[in-house]
């Protein structure tokens, strides 16, 4: 029996919500010189590509929705798989820049398919 597809996106937004916690009072040099913030941050974002790409195999209509799903799991993969090509400023310009619309978007999806399902 696979997961309620709900389950995935709810793993995004706690996700989200983490990195967006841990880089309250931080700047790009925090990031760059605290092991533990750039490793907790990048865990997360792997655990975001990760709930996306098992959501795509469940529920693709569903994962098609998602703001840039595809880079999301390519992202993961690099985080995963490629730590030495890891670009640290693309991950916190993500971080930063992305993420609070990425989390916001999968809110109102959320939301909706709440709504939905009266």
């Not at 730590?83 to 310009?93: I, K």
């Not at 619309?101 to 009266?118: K, N, P, Y």
């Given at each position: 029996?696979?997961?309620?597809?709900?389950?995935?996106?709810?793993?995004?937004?706690?996700?989200?919500?983490?990195?967006?916690?841990?880089?309250v009072?931080?700047?790009?040099?925090?990031?760059?010189?605290?092991?533990?913030?750039?490793?907790a941050?990048?865990?997360k974002?792997?655990?975001?590509?990760?709930?996306?790409?098992?959501?795509?195999?469940?529920?693709?209509?569903?994962?098609?929705?998602?703001?840039?799903?595809?880079?999301?799991?390519?992202?993961?993969?690099?985080m995963?798989?490629g730590?030495?090509?890891?670009?640290?400023?693309?991950?916190?310009?993500t971080a930063?820049?992305?993420?609070p619309?990425?989390?916001?978007?999968?809110?109102?999806?959320?939301?909706?398919?709440?709504?939905?399902?009266?």
């Open positions: 029996m696979h997961r309620d597809p709900k389950l995935y996106l709810f793993d995004l937004v706690d996700a989200a919500d983490a990195i967006m916690t841990f880089i009072g931080q700047d790009r040099d925090d990031y760059l010189e605290n092991d533990l913030l750039r490793i941050i990048e865990r974002f792997a655990i975001i590509g990760e709930a996306v790409e098992q959501l795509a195999k469940i529920a693709p209509d569903l994962a098609s929705r998602l703001p840039d799903s595809r880079e999301a799991d390519a992202f993961r993969n690099i995963a798989r730590y030495m090509l890891t670009d640290h400023d693309v991950v916190w310009r930063i820049e992305t993420l619309e990425f989390r916001a978007e999968i809110v109102a999806l959320l939301d909706e398919l709440s709504t939905g399902e009266g």
